[in-house]
């Protein structure tokens, strides 16, 4: 029986940067007809390779630009890598950019069935699930607003309500425990580590270290889209501690 939730296999993405600065969409165009762009190559990520077993909550470290929330997008399946391949084994809740998708002009409720519907979920489930959303993101009356009058932690408060109103098998999250309140972010934290206790597969990009400490059975650690290290999550993130001091 396999016990693989996600095989990620030499997974390279790379970008090509202009070489120069193109300070508009004009100069771009006239140096594009012209034919005096150049570019160079940048690995945002380069020959990464892992697994992670069902049931584990595996944490991905490293200083910004390293290349981690780039690796979960290829994960989640909103980008495609250059090379290479990641397999997923279940049914997957990202928790990355929460509120992509939202409509400004939209109500909460109007963006909890809209998110919801691009997130896989059917119309009766959301409708099922519309309460429970609301009540956990703590909106109040401000559900009835259009999206263009919450604050960033309203919005994050909304997405992380919507995103995990059904037990993923896989659950993919991307510093989502950093925002709203101290209050909010305790309850996100409880909410996740439930999933944990029913089996929920769990890979976790976070600056918060002690936290990865606390939740995380294996680190990997990226610097410059390389694998560092890779090993149980003590000794990794003390070791990039130790480094980054």
Avoid at 16 to 43: A, M, Q
């Amino acid at each position: 029986m396999n016990n693989i939730a996600v095989r990620v296999s030499n997974v390279t993405m790379k970008y090509l940067i202009p070489t120069e600065k193109i300070d508009s969409l004009k100069h771009f165009f006239i140096k594009k007809v012209k034919r005096e762009i150049r570019y160079e190559d940048f690995f945002a990520l380069q020959d990464v390779s892992f697994t992670v077993n069902k049931g584990e909550v595996f944490g991905i470290i490293g200083h910004n630009g390293a290349g981690k929330s780039t690796l979960l997008k290829i994960i989640a399946g909103v980008i495609k890598p250059t090379s290479g391949t990641c397999e997923r084994y279940g049914s997957m809740a990202p928790l990355i950019e929460l509120g992509a998708g939202f409509n400004d002009e939209l109500t909460g409720i109007e963006n909890i069935y809209l998110n919801g519907l691009l997130l896989g979920h059917s119309k009766k489930l959301i409708s099922e699930k519309l309460e429970e959303i609301i009540e956990f993101s703590e909106l109040g009356k401000f559900i009835h607003l259009p999206l263009k009058n919450y604050s960033s932690g309203m919005r994050a408060r909304l997405g992380f309500s919507i995103a995990t109103i059904v037990q993923p098998d896989i659950l993919l999250v991307d510093e989502v425990l950093s925002v709203g309140d101290n209050r909010f972010r305790e309850k996100s934290e409880r909410k996740i580590r439930s999933m944990i206790d029913n089996g929920t597969t769990v890979l976790l990009v976070s600056h918060a270290l002690e936290q990865v400490k606390s939740l995380c059975t294996n680190v990997l650690w990226l610097e410059r889209g390389h694998i560092k290290d890779l090993g149980p999550a003590r000794e990794i993130v003390n070791k990039y501690i130790s480094t980054s001091n």
